[in-house]
T-cell receptor, first 115, second 113 residues
Framework: NAGVMQNPRHLVRRRGQEARLRCSPMKGHSHVYWYRQLPEEGLKFMVY????????ESGMPKERFSAEFPKEGPSILRIQQVVRGDSAAYFC?????????????FGSGTQLSVL | AQTVTQSQPEMSVQEAETVTLSCTYDTSESDYYLFWYKQPPSRQMILVIRQEAYKQQNATENRFSVNFQKAAKSFSLKISDSQLGDAAMYFCAYMNRDDKIIFGKGTRLHILP
């Protein structure tokens, strides 16, 4: 049973480009969470999704950031017109369902570097 | 709003010795989970130990144990017989019914040979 898969592991973008980060949850998991980690900081919640639904996006910046979790395929975190401040490690986590987050599993993260 | 505070940015311990990492949290909820995660240089977030708030008994996992003081809102992690592989960032985390996990800023643990 493969764990949470994130790709790419490293992503380099120039200012103004778009970044797309992918997350495939563990088999049988229908809930996905995205977190951002700045250097020497803890993980900060961004968004919580179920298949085709955004449940909680209270941690998402109001502009340029969006997330989706389609019926088929991975969850995507999309950052438009990236700026240097977007450089961070972005982690995805998945769980079997609401109220079962004691079974939350994390991917290895995508390190985004904006030049 | 819930918060998690780790007051020790860095700690060091001699190999084979015991070390305790501190964590306090703030919440008005009565039902929640607390976690300690380990993040080695590989960046993988590894769940070390988990505690349900309704359980009075402190959780243990081999060399790792917690001291959960619900009234004081304290959740410290004790690592016994420290090993070189324990060197990592350790994050204390809180989760309640809204299913968001809130992390502290972390404690970097160094193991001295």
């Amino acid at each position: 049973n493969a764990g949470v898969m994130q790709n790419p592991r490293h992503l380099v973008r120039r200012r103004g480009q778009e970044a797309r980060l992918r997350c495939s949850p563990m088999k049988g998991h229908s809930h996905v969470y995205w977190y951002r980690q700045l250097p020497e900081e803890g993980l900060k919640f961004m968004v919580y999704l179920q298949k085709e639904n955004i449940i909680d996006e209270s941690g998402m910046p109001k502009e340029r950031f969006s997330a989706e979790f389609p019926k088929e395929g991975p969850s995507i975190l999309r950052i438009q017109q990236v700026v240097r401040g977007d450089s961070a490690a972005y982690f995805c986590a998945s769980s079997p369902g609401q109220g079962l987050n004691e079974k939350l599993f994390f991917g290895s993260g995508t390190q985004l570097s904006v030049l | 709003a819930q918060t998690v505070t780790q007051s020790q940015p860095e700690m060091s311990v001699q190999e084979a010795e015991t070390v305790t990492l501190s964590c306090t949290y703030d919440t008005s909820e009565s039902d929640y989970y607390l976690f300690w995660y380990k993040q080695p240089p590989s960046r993988q977030m590894i769940l070390v130990i988990r505690q349900e708030a309704y359980k009075q008994q402190n959780a243990t996992e081999n060399r790792f144990s917690v001291n959960f003081q619900k009234a004081a809102k304290s959740f410290s992690l004790k690592i016994s017989d420290s090993q070189l592989g324990d060197a990592a960032m350790y994050f204390c985390a809180y989760m309640n019914r809204d299913d968001k996990i809130i992390f502290g800023k972390g404690t970097r643990l160094h193991i001295l040979p």
